[in-house]
């Protein structure tokens, strides 16, 4: 059974980095095809970057090119998803993606907010 999960994301500035990784079992990530896919809210998910298989090079979409950078780790059967001078516009829901014998696999996802605001908190005031 293919297992994807993702970690990483959180509140970041405008400007800044985060480190994505895809913990993967059930596939092996160095010898199989694998993405990023992202979904802003209100949005269909887009492709972001991919990995292929062995040695056969990357892509990205043309927004991410420069600033992000797909890798994976033999040793830790991982995925990750270097992201630098994020923008506010990278603000979504990303998305690891295996291709594995015909199938995609996904993970659950992990939110990235890019925002010079800070997340908020909640009072509540009750007698």
């Known amino acids: 059974q293919v297992q994807l999960k993702e970690s990483g994301g959180g509140l970041v500035q405008p400007g800044g980095s985060l480190k994505l990784s895809c913990a993967a079992s059930?596939?092996?990530?160095?010898?199989?095809?694998m993405s990023w896919f992202r979904q802003a809210p209100g949005k269909q998910r887009e492709f972001v970057a991919r990995?292929?298989?062995?040695?056969?090079?990357?892509s990205y979409v043309d927004s991410v090119k420069g600033r992000f950078t797909i890798s994976r780790s033999y040793a830790e059967n991982t995925l990750y998803l270097q992201m630098n001078s994020l923008e506010p516009e990278d603000t979504g829901t990303y998305y690891c993606?295996?291709?594995?014998?015909?199938?995609?696999?996904w993970g659950q996802g992990t939110q990235v907010t890019v925002s010079s605001w800070g997340q908020g908190t909640q009072v509540t005031v009750s007698s």
């Open positions: 990995i292929g298989p062995g040695g056969s090079g990357t």
């Open positions: 059930g596939i092996t990530v160095v010898t199989s095809r």
């Open positions: 993606n295996g291709f594995y014998r015909g199938t995609q696999h």
